[in-house]
């Protein structure tokens, strides 16, 4: 996706209209998932089926084969850290958001979820920092306000 779009959208997840925002959301999603083309999509529709079936060591495999072979291939970082978080193996989730965000500083998704594993592991104020992150891309995001306020209130 050309810088021109990306800023496009990123101004479009800012705006109050709230079908623009999810129209722009879609189309990050999808530019991530399509980042390595179609077939790159199909292999990360394969990882997320197995894992839904709770094939978590097939799913991993694929996505372990996919990062090896692609490092710069963002979602499939992304969809490794949704599959290590559902293991409740967070600080393994915490290193592959952090690969993503390397890689695409605005995925929300990724700093969401990279709050997500703070928390879980007790690093609130970590945690708080990622959500605040996801709420500059995303100032609409109300679950990241909520879980910022969650967090604070375990600090206190």
């Known amino acids: 996706m050309d810088l021109d779009r990306v800023n496009r959208l990123l101004e479009d997840l800012k705006r109050p209209d709230a079908e623009v925002r999810d129209r ?23 990882a997320q089926t197995l894992l ?7 799913s991993e495999a694929l996505l372990g084969d996919i990062v090896e072979a692609q490092p710069d291939f963002a ?24 690969k993503v965000v390397a890689l695409v500083p605005y995925h929300f998704g990724a700093l969401h979820g990279l709050g ?32 910022i306020l969650e967090c604070t209130a375990k600090l206190g």
């Open 75 to 98: 979602e499939a970082w992304n969809r490794l850290a949704v599959l290590h978080y559902t293991q409740g193996d967070y600080w393994r989730a915490i290193a592959a958001c952090q």
């Open 116 to 147: 997500l594993s703070h928390s879980a592991v007790g690093n609130y104020t970590a945690a708080i920092e990622s959500f605040r992150q996801a709420l500059a891309v995303q100032p609409y995001a109300l679950v990241n306000q909520r879980l």
């Open 24 to 46: 722009a959301s879609s189309l990050f999603w999808h530019a991530w998932f399509h980042q390595k083309g179609v077939y790159g999509a199909q292999q990360l529709m394969e």
């Open 52 to 58: 839904q079936a709770g094939k978590m060591t097939q």
